[in-house]
């Protein structure tokens, strides 16, 4: 089945710096590469998500790249803000299209 | 509109106790799943409906969880008895079927002493 690495588990940055998290996944049939944004307490909310498709997507600070062939996507942010800080996890749909598998997610503090 | 809706929010129980989650998922969405999150992972699915339907339950553990979802629309999930290893968030997503963007709510946390 699916299995999705991300890295790295934890990132500090200073406020103003760009922040890069980076996932594989191993199944070349999944199409489907959502990110979502987890602060303590709450349930994961969707910030971007891309198709295999398409090669970057961005929206603002948020942007998305996904290289098919190496079978890797990462989530680039910048100007990072304090309310930035969180869990933030990586997702890959699995090949039946059923199921989101889930990286082990990267908590990232912006420090002011 | 109102999101994805999850009680209770926090649960303490002993083990070999009985506990149940309720979820009321996005008015309109037919796609409902049951994920669990380990403290420090990422959510993992347990069950998908479409409707009433369980369509995916393959990763629940049929010996001791079990999952309604009666009328297409709020659903339970039921761990009896809770076992220590049980201790987790329960979340709740819902999507619109053909869509493919999820939306969770809050997760239930667990702790089986």
């Known amino acids: 089945g699916e299995n999705v690495e991300q890295h790295p588990s934890t990132l500090s940055v200073q406020e103003g710096d760009s922040a890069v998290i980076k996932c594989t996944y191993s199944d070349s049939a999944s199409n489907y590469f959502p990110w979502y944004k987890q602060e303590l307490g709450k349930g994961p909310q969707l910030i971007i998500d891309?198709?295999?498709?398409?090669g970057e997507k961005k929206d603002q600070r948020i942007a998305v790249t996904l290289n098919k062939t190496a079978k890797h996507f990462s989530l680039h942010i910048t100007e990072t803000q304090p309310e930035d800080s969180a869990v933030y996890f990586c997702?890959?749909?699995?090949?039946?299209?059923?199921?989101?598998?889930f990286g082990k997610g990267t908590t990232l503090s912006v420090s002011s | 509109e109102a999101g994805v809706v999850q009680s209770p929010r926090y649960k303490i129980i002993e083990k070999k106790q009985p506990v149940a989650f309720w979820c009321n998922p996005i008015s309109g969405h037919n796609t409902l799943y049951w994920y669990r999150q380990n403290l420090g992972q990422g959510p993992e699915l347990l069950i998908r409906?479409?409707?009433?339907?369980?369509?995916?339950d393959s990763q629940l553990p049929k010996d001791r969880f079990s999952a309604e979802r009666l009328k297409g629309v709020d659903s339970t999930l039921k761990i009896q008895p809770a076992e220590l290893g049980d201790s987790a968030v329960y979340l709740c997503a819902s999507n619109l079927q053909g869509t493919e963007t999820q939306y969770f709510g809050p997760g239930t946390r667990l702790l089986v002493l």
């Open positions: 997702a890959a749909r699995n090949q039946a299209g059923t199921a989101l598998i």
């Open positions: 409906y479409e409707n009433e339907e369980a369509v995916d």
């Open positions: 891309i198709r295999s498709n398409v």
